[in-house]
């Protein structure tokens, strides 16, 4: 049961053009959604994270969009540097503890 | 100020055996998950200490076992080894009074089960 998914294994994006991710989720009862970075050899680093409560969250570089009513969530990367190829996961927890749901992750590389 | 530190890094055993795995918590935070990445997938969450008890649980089976210890410090301890149990198995730390769901991961143990 996978309750968050991005469908995009991974994605190559030209250095200063926009990197967009994508994610999906199926429980509505999710309350807050996360977007981790994760190196090799390192752990998942967070990135920045949205409210169900909103529809946008930004920071920097990035930002989060949120479209409760499609159940979908993006990451926008602008513009996007060689130093953010990476694995990006999608997470999502329930308004009860935090436990978090991954999504399988999506292999960014952005091309000098 | 320490992240989050796992030992070990890396580990190789075999069917059947049983494996602990070791995690010290960010400075400050008390509430420790561990969650299981297999290759090409996401982190799956295993479960989560606070107060040195287990809190949440997720689909794993009670070969999967846990501990906190009033350090905060827990360990993850895998019995009865599966081929299907190699994964880099991760720890996580938060502090609980926070809302946001940002977890701290630490870099992981790779257990490979030959």
Redesign the interface.
Known sequence: DQQ?K?NSPSLSVQEGRISILNCDYTNSMFD?F?W?KKYP??????LI?ISSIKDKNEDGRFTVFLNKSAKHLSLHIVPSQPGDSAVY?C?A?TE??????????TILRVKS | DAG?TQSPTHLIKTRGQQVTLRCSPKSGHD?V?W?QQAL??????IF?YYEEEE??R?NFPDRFSGHQFPNYSSELNVNALLLGDSALY?C?S?F?VL??????????SRLTVL
Do not use: D, H, M
Not at chain 1, 41 to 46: D, W
Not at chain 2, 99 to 108: A, H, I, Q, V, Y
């Open positions: 968050v991005q807050y996360l981790y050899a390192e752990g998942p680093t967070f994270s996961f997470a927890r009860y503890g935090n436990k978090l749901v991954f999504g399988a992750g | 989050v509430t998950s969650y090409g997938q996401g982190p799956q969450f989560q809190r949440q997720g991760l996580a938060s609980t809302s946001t769901g940002e977890l701290f991961f630490g870099e992981g």
